[in-house]
């Protein structure tokens, strides 16, 4: 059984820097990548960005790849999701998610982990 468990959410103030992780456990073979994910109060879901297990390349959005980074640890089974520069509009809860390399599709999800941001 996968399972993924987000870590490192909390209240920062605008500027500040702040590295959320993401734990999993169970990964089948076919789990192609590990994505991020957030969703702001009365918003959809925002894709950030996703990381390939294998190579660890990765991709970010553009509404945040001059701030946030994506790194993943295989041996740890963790991917990282490192943003600096945080702005009062990056408050939401951060997801991360495995992606199957079968369907292209996110499958399993963690719990998230709030990140607030205050002036």
């Known amino acids: 059984q996968v399972q993924l468990v987000e870590s490192g959410g909390g209240l920062v103030q605008t500027g500040d820097s702040l590295t959320l992780s993401c734990v999993a456990s169970g990964l089948a073979a076919s789990t192609f990548a590990m994505g991020w994910f957030r969703q702001a109060p009365g918003k959809g879901r925002e894709f950030i960005g996703n990381?390939?297990?294998?190579?660890?390349?990765?991709f970010i959005a553009d509404f945040v790849k001059d701030r946030f980074t994506i790194s993943i640890d295989a041996t740890k089974n963790t991917a990282y999701l490192q943003m600096r520069s945080l702005k009062l509009e990056d408050t939401a809860v951060y997801y991360c998610?495995?992606?199957?390399?079968?369907?292209?599709?996110?499958?399993?999800w963690g719990q998230g982990t709030q990140v607030t941001v205050s002036s």
């Open positions: 990381v390939i297990r294998k190579n660890g390349n990765t």
């Open positions: 998610a495995a992606q199957s390399s079968a369907t292209g599709r996110f499958d399993t």
